[in-house]
């Protein structure tokens, strides 16, 4: 299980380290709370039967905060994309369909 990246998020007002790990199959994030009381979680993102998308946690059964810290994740990963543009000179003589 190679790790991609690691962050920080905010849970009801305290830091939470997040890593994500890639799979074969997909990737997973791990999450530990600064809080003691929380224990770290494993969530992902399943698909139901019909084939929405939810996060859900590894093992099942801290389902809710799997759903609420999923939001946090998906919320940072979208807010921290990074578009990367690649511009050339034109070499070739013959006019393109651009010119």
Known sequence: MSVIKQFDIVYDGAPATVTEHG???GRVFRIEFSKRALL???ITVAHD???K???T??????Q???EEVGKLVASYLRSNIQICV???DKKSPVPSLFD
Do not use: C
Request: no cysteine; charged share 30%.
């Open 64 to 66: 809710a905060l799997a």
């Open 23 to 25: 799979l074969k199959s």
């Open 53 to 55: 998308k939810f996060w």
């Open 86 to 88: 690649t511009t050339t």
């Open 40 to 42: 770290p979680l494993i």
């Open 57 to 62: 946690s590894i093992p099942e059964g801290r």
């Open 49 to 51: 039967e019909d084939d």
